[in-house]
């Protein structure tokens, strides 16, 4: 894949040399929330939403660690994807 606009990815694709690995990605967008992504992204978490957004990190950590621990790509996201 590409970096597409995320400047952290494409520092992490540039420092390794390659495009093509595996990367978990956590979803935040708020269909209902109408403002540029950026702005969206860094936005604080609202009051309401903190739960939710916790849940998620942690969500990911489990994923992460399964594939680290050596759980193939594919059997992470049909375990972790919501």
């Known amino acids: 894949g590409s970096a597409g606009t995320h ?5 992490v694709i540039a420092e390794i040399g390659v495009s093509d690995f595996a990367r978990i990605r956590i979803g935040i967008r708020d269909p ?3 403002i540029p992504i950026i702005n969206y992204v860094l936005s604080e ?5 903190y739960e939710l957004f916790i849940a998620a990190c ?5 994923a992460a660690v399964a ?8 059997n992470v996201m049909t375990a972790y994807n919501g």
């Open 45 to 49: 978490v609202k009051k309401e939403d």
């Open 67 to 74: 594939f680290a621990e050596g759980v193939s790509i594919e």
């Open 32 to 34: 209902e929330v109408n």
């Open 7 to 11: 400047n952290g990815m494409r520092s």
């Open 58 to 62: 942690k969500r990911a950590a489990r």
